[in-house]
């Protein structure tokens, strides 16, 4: 069965004039718009999509990557702001992803970046954003052993630090005295535990070998679109060959600098390429 903003692979079904139309499950067939479809593929094949629900509730297919899937944190861009209803955010599909007011932390502005949690709204079925996510965080104590490796997204700031979301499951609290700087809130870094409170929650350290070398490749990009004009033609898309050829690192670093600069606004990414993002954009 297709899951609602998770990554699913389907099998095609037909050809029609509107697109493909691939097996849902119980959801019946599931229509993937034929600007979508790939060369090669056909009835019998199975792709890779993402399911949501259009505009006028019906199950829709896309091939194209959100910043986020369902059940993920992520920091996203405010691009329109509607009186009554909530924000939308940009998350990387044509479709804006509705961050409904009840589901608001405090002010926004259009520009903003919050920190949400991408989520199955239970009264409506769809795809929502929430900035109140601490509900669902993880409160168990969580079964990390000190020195363990940890993906840390900057949350928000507190008088003594940071509060982290660890691996995208649990909280955790990273000292100002341990960071070599300050950091950015909607910020991906790599970190480790450096203890387990009597309570069970997490005292956090910054992998410091992971920071300079993600710190140093953003450097880089900057330096090399800056070179070419403000653009290059590399993106979430591009074949790890050619990010390896460019940069000399893999795809994954490559996608984990663009995601820092994208939320510290240095950059905009689009569909064939990266570029600067210019002063009036900020």
């Known amino acids: 069965m297709a899951l609602l903003g998770k990554l ?97 932390s405090g002010p926004l502005h259009l520009g903003d970046m919050v920190v949400v949690l991408v989520m199955v709204d239970p009264h409506t079925d769809r795809l929502i954003a929430t900035a109140r996510f601490n509900r669902f965080l993880d409160l168990t104590p969580a079964r990390y052993h000190e020195g363990e490796s940890v993906r840390l997204l900057v949350a928000s700031r507190s008088p003594i630090g940071y509060n982290m979301i660890v691996n995208n499951a649990h909280r955790g609290l990273l000292y100002h005295t341990d960071l070599p700087g300050p950091l950015t809130i909607g910020q991906l870094v790599e970190g480790y535990v450096r203890a387990i409170r009597p309570d069970g929650k997490l005292d956090l350290a910054l992998g410091k070998a992971g920071y300079r070398r993600i710190a140093a490749l953003t450097d880089q990009i900057l330096a090399a679109l800056e070179a070419k004009g403000g653009r290059l033609p590399y993106n979430d898309n591009s074949i790890p060959e050619e990010i390896r050829d460019a940069f000399g690192v893999s795809k994954k670093a490559f996608k984990q600098a663009i995601g820092t600069l994208y939320r510290d606004r240095r950059i905009l990414i689009e569909p064939d390429g990266i570029r600067l993002v210019n002063p009036d954009e900020t």
């Open 8 to 104: 699913n692979r389907l099998r095609i079904v037909r050809f029609a004039q509107p697109g493909f139309y691939l097996d849902g499950g119980s959801h019946g067939e599931i229509l993937l718009p034929s600007r979508y479809i790939p060369a090669g593929k056909g009835p019998g094949d199975q792709i890779e999509v993402m399911v949501y629900r259009d505009t006028e509730d019906r199950l829709v297919a896309t091939t194209d990557k959100p910043h986020a899937y369902a059940g993920e944190f992520v920091a996203l861009r405010v691009v329109s702001l509607t009186p009554r209803i909530g924000a939308f955010l940009d998350w990387g599909l044509e479709k804006d992803l509705l961050l409904p007011i009840r589901e608001t």
